[in-house]
């Protein structure tokens, strides 16, 4: 099914959009399979989890990471992750610039953008995005890529638009301002239910879980 399920994705996806396989809660053996049926890159949500399936899998793709990143977990991170998807504090920009500074490494990020302004919710709301970025591009061991969100939970993938529209300004927003040490590249958005809509609307990566390896 999983072979099938991304023969499918990929012939479907827009050329210059990148597609992340969301593996959290999936075997070594499932991301296998889906490393033979052409997947590059997977996303992990959680630190520990990942580490276990690092030992099997190691880097013959590339590692996203897509939970929210807690401190004392940021030095595993730096060793398996190619790019840390949810920055939403300076406080962990800051750990993660030191720990990189240390392993004497550059690691790209994007800011985790809360679009749907939830209080409980990981992310920076969306009028703090800016001021957040100029902050932190200060820092020499983390690169500033882009930007990500989830959106709230909807029923109609037609109800992602609007989130993922200001989400897209705010990406041409922060691109427009030319700040040094940002490079805006990439734009991650949309899952299962919403990636169509949130290519339409400009995403240049996708996270897509269920659509690929079933409802978990
Ligand atoms: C689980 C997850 C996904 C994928 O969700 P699906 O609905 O299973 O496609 C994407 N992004 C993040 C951050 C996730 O945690």
């Not at 890529?145 to 609007?162: F, S």
Request: hydrophobic share 40%; glycine share 8%; net charge positive.
């Amino acid at each position: 099914m999983i072979k099938e399920n991304l023969q499918k994705i990929f012939s479907e996806l827009p050329e210059g959009v990148e597609l992340v396989a969301a593996t959290k809660g999936r075997s070594s053996d499932e991301i296998l399979t889906a490393i033979d049926s052409g997947i590059k890159i997977i996303g992990e949500n959680y630190v520990q989890e990942a580490e276990k399936k690092f030992e099997v899998i190691g880097n013959r793709i590339k590692w996203h990471f897509i939970g929210h990143l807690q401190k004392n977990k940021v030095k595993k991170a730096v060793q398996i992750f190619d790019i840390i998807e949810t920055i939403d504090s300076y406080e962990i920009a800051s750990s993660l610039d030191k720990v990189c500074y240390n392993e004497n490494k550059v690691l790209p990020i994007l800011v985790e953008v809360n679009s749907g302004k939830e209080k409980d919710k990981t992310g920076v709301f969306p009028e703090g995005v800016i001021d957040l970025i100029k902050k932190i591009s200060c820092f020499n061991n983390i690169k500033m890529q882009g930007i990500m969100t989830m959106g709230p939970l909807l029923k109609e993938p037609e109800e992602y638009r609007v989130y993922f529209k200001l989400t897209k300004n705010l990406f041409n927003d922060i691109k427009s301002l030319g700040l040094r040490n940002v490079d805006m590249k990439y734009l991650s958005m949309g899952m299962s239910d919403s990636y169509k809509i949130a290519i339409q609307e400009g995403a240049n990566i996708v996270r897509i879980g269920t659509k690929i390896f079933g409802k978990g």
